[in-house]
């Protein structure tokens, strides 16, 4: 009971079923599986046929039969040397070195032989690239190139499609033309022309698609004892006709483009493939039959897989015996029937699915029950728009399916819905006399309303009144096709998707244009019209719903008075703003608030608020009617939890002097007046008299908490670290030079009444960025230590906005994105290759490509410097440093 263990035992029983297996193809699972290959990674085959040689001549170097220990070098190991001659002295260093196979480079030639040639052409190593010799003692010019020793039996030759392209950064393969022929003389290629050095082609492998990293393998093989031509296409196994290699299709490329040269003519006794990877030659010998001896217990094996193979055939033979005589059992049926399935005329008949008696017809397995319920409609009878896709049949054969098969429910002569007709008929008329009654409403229009007995219809409406009636009549027609909740799986999506639409449209409809919000006639008369009693009639007939309002209506009451109320609040609001403006004009204007960097004279103690309420209260003075009066001043925003304050006196001078609006004592009494304040905040100064200016003392009451000061600082500085989704700008350097050109035109935070105006016009709870942050307004609540930290965020944001100047390019990046990610951005962005580029950030070089940006110090509005190398002229150098 052997079976295959190790990789060695796998490939000799492989090898085996290759030889004497019954079946089409061979599937090397156990074989992959022993290897432990990864089946949804693909691997590049001449990458796996250097693995999978070294692991074989690794394995077997541990057997003790010389033969079988030496097997992979005798087959496969030839030895080349890599001479350099001194020019000086003549002196020849050799160094000697085995190879498994030749890698040519195809770029720029159309012939193998071109290939090999370059392989071993001779170079010149001068100037730097000189060579130390050991006889002269010092640096000298000398030639440099490689001699082949001896070739193996079987010469693999890898042609090297796929190069290193440094426009994209990636690789990209050659599809270029490159001949080959069946013979192939090495004997003008070596070193000892004393030998047999005719090769025979006996396999080519082609890569199949035009990218360098996907793409299909195809194998062509030669039966060394036949001389005949294999396929192998994964499972599809051909026989070439007349003993003859054939590429064919696999020459066409999946993506053909313009650029595409044609194939060169081919003489006889050779080829040309623009796919070739891999070709495999084979020392030409006069001993043409080879005795082939499968060891007795692997044999055993493949009697036993040969029998499963046949059993498996004879099961298949057997199913398809039963399947024909199944057949023949339903078409006797079928022939019988078929005759008798058309209804005459004046004889009863029933209708059933088109599409299960297709079923009936065309297949060999029993149908499933009879299913009608698809063709219902919501009366649960026929529905007239699914008469297409049913079949009238007579009585007789729908007993015969209903007995033999069951299912329904039955639809006999009576089963067409009447009111589904009446109904369809009903909306087939309106859309034809749309078009007249259009022309008759609009004339109908023209004519002036007298007395009371119009009707009011709302202006919208009146405009687009047609496309309404349209829409309205396509979506009842569709409402009417698919009334039967049973006809599909997803029918309850359906409805759900239907609801949200005409939740969505219920703004559209008819006449709704002016209904107040309490049901009743809008007191706005600018929106609606009166139209004659005969109008109102014709537009009835399109929407039977639409709310109606005669002429001697009264319009809703409640409007009235929430009106009244509405203009009495304006007018309160603008007495208000108008007050508020006149009383504390020097918080209105900036220009006449105190400065803390040059405190002013007449007082030793100034007050602060929050500069969000200035803004805040700022809106609602220009614009008393749109916006809500401030009525308290939220300083608890500029506090920490204990009650102490966030700022020291030097950064409310600085970086924070753009979150805080300082005020007189005088206009302090009025605003504690005007507005309820939750938390006082003074800062006091004191000063001895004759004593140094430097020594004057700034006292803030309440106090600096220092722990939640340097909690807040931070909690910034994490930030900065921790962000995603920020915009950094990367600024191109050209001879060290960073050129500054003027800056872009950008919109930035400001006070102005035109920029105001804008706010004012978003939308409700978009006007203000920081608004959703600090629950802003009379509504404001007390704010945690948290929601300080992002208003105070926010605040730092808009001081700090960068100016993008022209030349520089902004990118969104993340904290935890490498540097090797933000260079591959740059590429995209600038067409530099990332070896190609060296960054900086305020002066430090930024070079580990694994490190993050929040690591390196790259902050939300950082500029970096790109500094671009020259591009190297050598392209076949750069892809030997590549490899």
């Not at 492998?205 to 036949?226: E, F, M, N």
């Not at 051909?238 to 290699?245: H, S």
């Not at 409007?559 to 007050?579: D, P, T």
């Not at 962005?829 to 305020?842: E, G, K, M, T, Y």
Request: aromatic share 8%.
């Amino acid at each position: 009971d052997y079976e295959p263990q190790t990789i060695c035992e796998h490939l000799q029983y492989l090898f085996a079923l290759l030889q004497n297996s019954k079946r089409r193809y061979i599937d090397p699972s156990g074989f992959v599986k022993a290897l432990g290959l990864d089946t949804g990674q693909q691997q590049d085959a001449q990458e796996f046929s250097k693995l999978f040689m070294s692991l074989l001549e690794d394995t077997l170097s541990k057997q003790k039969n010389p033969d079988v220990r030496n097997i992979v070098q005798k087959q496969f190991c030839g030895e080349y040397a890599y001479v350099t001659v001194c020019n000086q002295c003549g002196r020849e260093s050799k160094l000697v070195s085995k190879f498994y196979e030749l890698e040519l480079n195809i770029q720029g030639h159309k012939q193998l032989t071109d290939c090999v040639t370059e392989f071993l052409k001779e170079e010149k190593l001068e100037g730097d690239n000189r060579y130390f010799c050991e006889t002269c003692q010092s640096k000298q010019n000398a030639t440099r190139k490689i001699r082949l020793l001896s070739l193996p039996c079987t010469l693999n030759l890898q042609l090297m499609r796929f190069v290193f392209d440094r426009q994209t950064g990636h690789k990209k393969k050659l599809n270029t033309y490159i001949g080959f022929s069946e013979l192939l003389d090495m004997e003008p290629f070596m070193e000892q022309k004393n030998g047999v050095y005719v090769y025979e082609l006996s396999a080519v492998l082609i890569h199949r698609g035009v990218s360098a990293y996907s793409g299909h393998y195809i194998a062509h093989v030669k039966d060394p004892q036949t001389g005949e031509w294999y396929k192998f296409n994964d499972e599809d196994i051909e026989k070439m006709e007349g003993k003859k290699l054939q590429l064919g299709i696999e020459e066409d490329l999946a993506e053909p483009s313009k650029s595409q040269t044609r194939k060169p003519k081919c003489g006889k006794g050779t080829h040309c493939s623009r796919n070739a990877y891999m070709l495999v030659y084979r020392l030409q010998t006069r001993e043409k039959s080879l005795t082939v001896e499968v060891p007795a217990f692997l044999q055993e094996l493949v009697e036993r897989d040969n029998c499963k193979f046949e059993e498996w055939c004879n099961e298949m033979a057997e199913m398809r015996k039963q399947s024909v005589a199944r057949g023949k059992i339903k078409h006797e049926e079928v022939k019988e029937l078929y005759k008798r399935l058309p209804a005459e005329a004046g004889s009863p008949y029933d209708f059933i699915s088109l599409e299960w008696l297709q079923k009936w017809l065309d297949e060999s397995t029993p149908p499933k029950p009879i299913d009608n319920t698809a063709c219902l409609c919501s009366h649960g009878k026929l529905h007239p728009d699914k008469i297409s896709i049913m079949k009238r049949i007579s009585e007789y054969v729908a007993d015969f399916f209903y007995r033999r098969y069951g299912g329904g429910p039955r639809l006999n002569v009576k089963a067409l819905c009447k009111d589904c007709v009446v109904e369809r008929c009903r909306i087939l008329r309106l859309k034809n006399q749309l078009n007249e009654d259009y022309k008759t409403v609009t004339n109908l229009l023209k004519i002036t309303v007298k007395g009371n007995d119009g009707f009011w219809v709302g202006k919208a409406s009146l405009r687009s009144w047609r496309q309404l009636a349209l829409e309205q009549l396509n979506e009842q027609d569709e409402d009417a096709e698919h009334s039967n909740g049973k006809m599909n799986g997803n029918a309850q999506n359906k409805d759900e998707s239907n609801e949200e639409k005409r939740e969505e449209e219920e703004e559209l409809n008819f006449n709704e244009d002016i209904v107040c919000p309490h049901g009743d006639l809008c007191i706005s008369e600018n929106e609606r019209r009166v139209v004659s009693k005969e109008a109102w009639e014709k537009l009835k007939q399109y929407f039977p719903k639409a709310p109606e309002f005669p002429n001697n209506k009264e319009c809703c009451s409640q409007c009235k008075i929430l009106e009244r109320e509405g203009e009495e609040n304006e007018a309160l609001h603008k007495m208000m703003a108008s007050e508020q403006k006149t009383s504390l004009q020097n918080l209105f204007h900036d220009k006449c608030r105190p400065c803390l960097g040059s405190w002013p004279q007449e007082t030793d103690e100034l007050y602060i608020v929050s500069q969000f309420f200035v803004e805040e209260w700022r809106k609602f003075v220009r614009r008393p009617t749109r916006c809500s009066p401030v009525s308290s001043v939220g300083n608890s925003a500029l506090l920490c939890p204990h009650g102490g304050l966030m700022f020291t006196y030097a950064s409310m001078t600085k970086e924070d002097s753009k979150l805080i609006a300082l005020i007189w004592p005088s206009e302090w009494e009025r605003i504690q007046k005007l507005f309820v304040v939750d938390h006082v905040i003074k800062i006091t100064r004191t000063q001895a008299a004759g004593a140094d200016p430097e020594s004057t003392l700034y006292v803030s009451e309440p106090q600096l908490c220092p722990e939640c000061r340097e909690g807040l600082l931070c909690q910034q500085q994490r930030d900065l670290r921790e962000y995603t989704q920020a915009t950094i700008y990367i600024h191109k350097v050209v001879d060290n030079k960073k050129v500054m050109k003027d800056a872009a035109p950008e919109l930035n935070v400001s006070s102005s009444e035109a920029e105001e105006e804008r706010e004012e016009n978003k939308p409700e709870g978009e006007q203000d960025p920081d608004f959703n942050q600090t629950n802003g307004g009379a509504k404001r609540q007390k704010i945690s230590h948290q929601s300080y930290i992002t208003y105070q965020k926010q605040g730092i944001r808009r001081s700090t906005r960068h100016r993008k100047v022209r030349g520089e390019k902004a990118l969104l990046v993340s904290a935890n994105q490498t540097l090797k990610e933000l260079k591959i951005q740059i590429m995209h962005a600038f067409s530099v290759a990332p070896f190609d580029q060296n960054l900086s950030i305020d002066g430090k070089i930024l070079s580990d490509d694994t490190a993050t940006l929040g690591s390196l110090g790259v902050i939300p509005e950082s500029v970096i410097l790109l500094k671009a190398d020259e591009p190297i002229a050598d392209y076949a150098a750069m892809d030997d440093v590549m490899q």
